[in-house]
């Protein structure tokens, strides 16, 4: 019997040790998606970045407060910027005018511009003049959207008054484009002549700006970086408005003050559902089920035995026997042999290991042990271990003994 409760113990370990790894596996998605919502902090959609303003322009930006608890603004060209912050998205109602004209120098095969932040509705009229012997034919306004979509407006030949006060022959042109998304756009001038020339370039812009009068709280960065907190859990709306001033674009580092506590109860609810889905998948039960099964064999042996012992006599009754004559000696030599006989039966090599009433007539693949009956061995492989008893090897296949 104590072989017995070895062998079950023994068959129990290896699902014992792939509880114990399931239980360390079940981090893993959670760790996983921790490492994942730090990345997206610091560089996803709330991570720091730079916007582009154009003068006298203004961008909307959303923000949810249930995520961001603060947010910070400081201008890389020294220019001032205005933040309005509003519980309720603005409307995109005013219009203001402004020009920007540079005189540069366009290399051959390559263009020359510049880049702005403009919302929907407003209008961009582009006018360039060179001067130069040759016709402008090769010269090409372009507008870039974003940074993939190109376009090129059309273009239509105009004439310049005070043309010839310039002693040279001056060709002109303009063109015009209509915003229909809020983007980021670059305008400027395509050379596809073979040398270089010299243009002023002339940008008229009729842009859209948001209403800022309704704005609920406001900083500036004319002191340096300024910073506005948001209350929980209400979603935000900031305007960014530059001023009418400069002749191109201006950046601004944005920085994001992340509310931790928000992260912290997603994952921890995330946690709890991977937990949860693992638990219902029985990752959990498999342990619990083979704890069962042993506990249950081991509790049927030991009441088996129990009762056993409990219908043994206390004092072991002897049976005497009468001798005749010579037959003493014999019956004697006889009651010694049957007595030898069975306990060599009783723990003869021959029996299984297992379950102790049916003869070794099985091994089992690849390690070619005998130890079992054919009966036990088959509940061995369907069980979930699956391994030798003797050596603890995975067993593939169980092969029949035929004794003569």
């Given at each position: ?249 201006s950046y601004v580092e944005i920085s994001f003050l ?147």
């Amino acid at each position: 019997m104590a072989l017995l409760h070895r062998v079950m113990h023994t068959i129990t370990i290896p699902s014992m040790y792939q509880h114990q790894r399931w239980q360390h596996a079940w981090m893993l998605p959670p760790l996983t998606i921790w490492i994942c919502v730090s990345i997206t902090l610091r560089y996803g959609y709330y991570g720091d970045s730079c916007i582009l303003l154009g003068p006298a322009s203004s961008r909307l930006m959303k923000t949810s407060s249930v995520f961001v608890k603060q947010l910070q603004v400081s201008n890389k060209d020294n220019n001032q910027v205005i933040l309005h912050a509003f519980n309720e998205k603005p409307e995109l109602s005013s219009q203001t005018n402004w020009t920007v004209s540079n005189l540069c120098l366009v290399e051959a095969y390559k263009s020359k511009g510049i880049s702005l932040w403009l919302n929907q509705g407003s209008t961009i009229r582009m006018g360039w003049e060179a001067h130069t012997t040759s016709s402008l034919d090769q010269l090409h306004g372009m507008v870039i959207k974003g940074e993939k979509k190109f376009k090129l407006p059309q273009a239509k030949q105009t004439s310049f008054p005070n043309a010839m006060a310039l002693h040279k022959i001056v060709n002109g042109k303009e063109a015009e484009y209509k915003v229909e998304e809020d983007n980021m756009y670059h305008m400027g001038v395509l050379n596809m002549n073979a040398r270089n020339i010299i243009l002023n370039m002339k940008v008229n812009v009729s842009a859209k700006v948001y209403d800022t009068t309704k704005g609920k709280k406001m900083c500036s960065t004319a002191n340096g970086s300024c910073r506005l907190s948001f209350v929980f859990p209400n979603t935000q709306y900031v305007i960014f408005t530059a001023p009418g001033k400069g002749d191109g674009g201006s950046y601004v580092e944005i920085s994001f003050l992340a509310r931790v506590l928000t992260y912290i109860l997603l994952l921890g609810a995330l946690m709890i559902v991977v937990y949860l889905i693992l638990k219902f998948l029985g990752v959990y039960d498999g342990g619990d089920r083979n704890s069962r099964v042993t506990v249950d064999a081991t509790y049927r042996t030991s009441d088996v035995v129990a009762r056993q012992t409990e219908t043994e006599p206390l004092m072991q009754v002897e049976t005497n026997r009468w001798t005749y004559g010579t037959n003493a000696k014999d019956d004697e030599e006889e009651d010694s042999g049957a007595s030898s006989s069975s306990s060599e039966e009783l723990y003869d090599e021959k029996l299984c290991c297992i379950c102790y009433d049916e003869q070794r007539n099985s091994f089992f693949v690849p390690c070619g042990h005998c130890a079992t009956c054919y009966d036990c061995a088959e509940r061995i492989v369907d069980g979930e271990s699956k391994v030798c008893p003797i050596c603890r090897r995975l067993i593939h296949k169980v092969r029949r003994l035929y004794h003569n």
